[in-house]
Every structure is written in C-alpha cells, then in structure tokens.
Nanobody
Framework: QVQLVESGGGVVQAGGSLRLSCAASGLTFSSYAMGWFRQAPGKERERVAAISWAGRRIYYADSVKGRFTISRDNAKNMVYLQLSSLKSEDTAVYYC??????????????????WGQGTQVTVSS
C-alpha cells in the first residue's frame, strides 16, 4: 500500500531553518505530484506547496513564498520542504501528500489521494 513518511520536524527559534523530508513507497513516485500541507492547533488545514512530477512546476502559498522551498528526488522517492526565516505562525503539523495531477494546486484540496502521518514543527519566539 502507499506510504508517505515525514521526518525532520522539531523545535527551532524564530528566524531559523528546518528541512522536512517525505519518503514515499507503494506508488510510481515519478508519476505523482507531491504537496505539503500544514495544520496549526485550532485552525483549518492549509496548503503550503506543491511540485509537479518532474519538478518543473511549483506552487507556493502566499504565506510561505520566498521562505520555503519544495523539491523532489525521483531517484530516491523523496520530496523535501526547506523551511527558512521561520516565524511563530509557521508552527503546525506538516503533512506530505500525493495526487496524480498537479493541475490547480491552489484549489481542490480534497483531490489529494495520499497523506502522511505528519511531523510537528514548533517555532519559538
């Protein structure tokens, strides 16, 4: 079955950096768009970034644009999210997700087919 396993979360001071990783298995990774979402306590789930299967198209939410970088390594079945210039409002559980199409990455959140269990990122001020 499909598994997405996130790692790399932790506690970091404001202004610091973290790199999240997501290891995918059970799917033809290079055929899937990959994404990252996050959910803070008491808030709705928020889309963060997405990357097409070849990495040529990338989407970022306005709240992270210029600070976060999504990338993928199809040879290793891995997707990454580099978090920089972190702010307290970036504190959340971050989830890796996959779907077959990259189209409209800023819409249709329900179309993401597979989800990881999440990794906690806490930014202390």
């Amino acid at each position: 079955q499909v598994q997405l396993v996130e790692s790399g979360g932790g506690v970091v001071q404001a202004g610091g950096s973290l790199r999240l990783s997501c290891a995918a298995s059970g799917l033809t990774f290079s055929s899937y768009a990959m994404g990252w979402f996050r959910q803070a306590p008491g808030k709705e789930r928020e889309r963060v970034a997405a990357i097409s299967w070849a990495g040529r198209r990338i989407y970022y939410a306005d709240s992270v644009k210029g600070r976060f970088t999504i990338s993928r390594d199809n040879a290793k079945n891995m997707v990454y999210l580099q978090l920089s210039s972190l702010k307290s409002e970036d504190t959340a559980v971050y989830y890796c997700t996959a779907r077959s199409s990259f189209e409209n990455p800023d819409k249709d959140d329900s179309s993401w087919s597979y989800w990881g269990q999440g990794t906690q990122v806490t930014v202390s001020s």
